[in-house]
């Protein structure tokens, strides 16, 4: 079935870099997400890979795609105050194009 | 400016009661969805439709119903047989994009509290 995992805590200082990671089962996924939620907020697409690329970067962030392995991740690099919010790795399913989504990480940036 | 709306932001029902969530897009778009979120546990998803009077039940939709009579509403009714109903719901719509991926927006989300 499908299914996404990730950490749920990463504690970082601000400056430094900060490594979300997600796993997922589907090895037919085409498209997978990294989406950021502030606190009581709906989600805020972050960045997307097609599942024919290994590594797609945007400005601060930095996303590794290992089709062997399944795993996804996400680098902000020098990560600030504002970074602080829940992550959420996601896959698109089969079925209506629902996405899947992971646990979510909480991200905590310490001045 | 389009987006997706969800009304109320906080909503407090009774045990036994129903309550309907409102979720309002402008973006034109076909698809939309209902997520429930609880802590540590993700988005899972509740409902989904594709097109005006077509809807599908998603993983969770037990206690749930939908309805999709026009293409820019999709209000979720939690009824009473949702036993634990407490939880914060988003809304989403979703969109064609170039090279066959999809576009998701979402809404601000209800916190639904049973008192």
């Known amino acids: 079935g499908e299914d996404v995992e990730q950490s749920l805590f990463l504690s970082v200082r601000e400056g430094d870099s900060s490594v979300i990671n997600c796993t997922y089962t589907d090895s037919s996924s085409t498209y997978l997400y990294w989406y950021k939620q502030e606190p009581g907020a709906g989600l805020q697409l972050l960045t997307y890979?097609?599942?024919?690329?290994d590594m797609k970067q945007d400005q601060r962030l930095t996303v590794l795609l290992n089709k062997k392995d399944k795993h996804l991740s996400l680098r902000i690099a020098d990560t600030q105050t504002g970074d602080s919010a829940i992550y959420f790795c996601?896959?698109?399913?089969?079925?209506?194009?629902?996405?899947?989504f992971g646990q979510g990480t909480e991200l905590s940036v310490k001045p | 400016d389009g987006g997706i709306t969800q009304s109320p932001k906080y909503l407090f029902r009774k045990e036994g009661q129903n309550v309907t969530l409102s979720c309002e897009q402008n973006l034109n778009h076909d698809a939309m969805y209902w997520y429930r979120q609880d802590p540590g546990q993700g988005l899972r998803l509740i409902y989904y439709?594709?097109?005006?009077?077509?809807?599908q039940k998603g993983d969770i939709a037990e206690g749930y119903s939908v309805s999709r009579e026009k293409k820019e509403s999709f209000p979720l009714t939690v009824t009473s047989a949702q036993k634990n109903p407490t939880a914060f719901y988003l809304c989403?719509?979703?969109?064609?994009?170039?090279?066959?991926?999809?576009?998701?927006?979402f809404g601000s989300g209800t916190r639904l509290t049973v008192v």
């Open positions: 890979i097609f599942s024919n690329m």
């Open positions: 989403a719509s979703r969109r064609w994009m170039d090279g066959g991926n999809y576009g998701y927006t």
């Open positions: 996601a896959e698109r399913g089969g079925q209506g194009g629902k996405l899947i």
């Open positions: 439709s594709q097109i005006v009077n077509d809807f």
